[in-house]
């Protein structure tokens, strides 16, 4: 089944970068994604990465995915106190009934200190 | 534009009461889905509608629930017999089709006492 599993805790100082690591189990996942969540706010997408991607960077941002180990990760450069919040790992399978149907991770804190 | 909107933002209710949850997705967006977010559980696929096909309903975790989609348009979450496992953070997302970037609502956060 699917499965996709972050570690719940991050915590650094402003102006340095930030990594956050997830693992998924499904094969088939077609695309990946990070999305954000602030407090009280839905989720905004941040980036994501089609599964035949190795690595794509949108300015702060950098995506790594090791399709071999199932291991994806989120590198944001020059962290600032706004990045705060929680950062959910997801991916979907673009086929079948349930075409985009997003299957997240447990979601991990972010917290940067001044 | 606008986004997605839904309604209410907040709903506490008696255990046992039935409930509905709005969303109105973005104008032309034929895909929508229902995520539910808890403490317990993370953020849980509930159902998804495609255009005029039957949706997928294989996310929703009892006979309790269920969802419509009426004209394409605005969707309706209704949860009968309310418990207190209910209680979370219902989100609606809308995609201009299956397999796009997912646009999300702010979510109603409903409490059952």
């Known amino acids: 089944g699917e499965d996709v599993e972050q570690s719940l805790f991050l915590s650094v100082r402003e102006g340095d970068s930030s990594v956050i690591n997830c693992t998924y189990t499904?094969?088939?996942?077609?695309?990946l994604y990070w999305y954000k969540q602030e407090p009280g706010a839905g989720l905004q997408l941040l980036t994501y990465?089609?599964?035949?991607?190795d690595m794509k960077q949108d300015q702060r941002l950098t995506v790594l995915l090791n399709k071999k180990d199932k291991h994806l990760s989120l590198r944001i450069a020059d962290t600032q106190t706004g990045d705060s919040a929680i950062y959910f790992c997801?991916?979907?399978?673009?086929?079948?009934?349930?075409?985009?149907?997003?299957?997240f991770g447990q979601g991990t804190i972010l917290t940067v200190h001044p | 534009g606008a986004g997605v909107s839904q309604s209410p933002s907040n709903k506490v209710t008696e255990k046992g009461k039935d409930v509905e949850l709005r969303c109105d997705p973005i104008?032309?967006?034929?895909?929508l889905y229902w995520y539910r977010q808890s403490l317990g559980q993370g953020l849980e696929f509930l159902i998804y509608?495609?255009?005029?096909?039957?949706?997928?309903k294989s996310g929703l975790p009892s006979d309790r629930f269920s969802a419509e989609r009426t004209g394409g348009s605005v969707s309706t979450l209704t949860i009968q017999r309310t418990q207190q496992e209910d209680s979370a953070v219902y989100l609606c997302?809308?995609?201009?089709?299956?397999?796009?970037?997912?646009?999300f609502g702010p979510g109603t956060r409903l409490t059952v006492l």
């Open positions: 509608f495609q255009g005029n096909s039957a949706p997928d």
């Open positions: 997801a991916e979907t399978y673009a086929g079948g009934t349930s075409y985009g149907k997003l299957t």
């Open positions: 499904d094969s088939s996942s077609t695309y």
């Open positions: 997302a809308s995609s201009p089709s299956p397999g796009n970037e997912q646009f």
């Open positions: 990465i089609f599964s035949n991607m």
């Open positions: 104008s032309g967006h034929t895909a």
